[in-house]
């Protein structure tokens, strides 16, 4: 059984969503709603890591270690739009577009998990995959919502 395997990688991805959502908030401290939101859906992200922490142990993982550390902010990828950190537009663009993607590879490890609890009839695991899962749906809606809002001014400005 490999379940343990996807839990370990859904812990660590959420993690780092959490880690980077509070960066974003704290970059992004004068927009109220980048701020506000992104403070509210860290806490779903810091939910979620717990319950994962609860659920590991019964697969003989001990992911309580590794979640009171807070995880390293993502090296910036190729692709990323260019501009540097003088230009607060480009680096809210910047930052949104690595919340969207982290918070889809968020999702699709819940995704996958829900599928192999599923499989093993862990109705626990299943059970929680249900309940995080909809909360990750959201998180990625957000950033992509906000990409919509504020990528049209910025990029035409």
Do not use: F
């Amino acid at each position: 059984m490999r379940i343990d395997v996807a839990l370990r990688e859904l812990h660590g991805s959420e993690s780092a969503l959490e880690g980077e959502l509070l960066r974003v908030a704290a970059r992004h401290a004068q927009e109220h709603e980048i701020h506000h939101v992104a403070t509210d859906l860290a806490g779903w992200s810091g939910e979620h890591v717990r319950e994962l922490v609860g659920a590991g142990s019964r697969y003989g993982l001990d992911l309580g270690e590794s979640a009171a550390r807070t995880p390293e902010p993502p090296t910036e990828e190729s692709g990323e739009l260019p501009g540097d950190d003088s230009d607060p537009d480009m680096l809210l663009l910047a930052d949104l577009r690595r919340l969207y993607r982290m918070a889809a590879g968020v999702s699709l490890d819940w995704d996958l998990l829900g599928q192999g609890a599923q499989v093993i009839a862990d109705t626990a695991l299943l059970a929680l995959t249900k309940r995080c899962h909809p909360r990750s749906l959201r998180q990625m809606k957000w950033a992509d919502a906000m990409l919509r809002t504020v990528s049209p001014q910025i990029l035409a400005g």
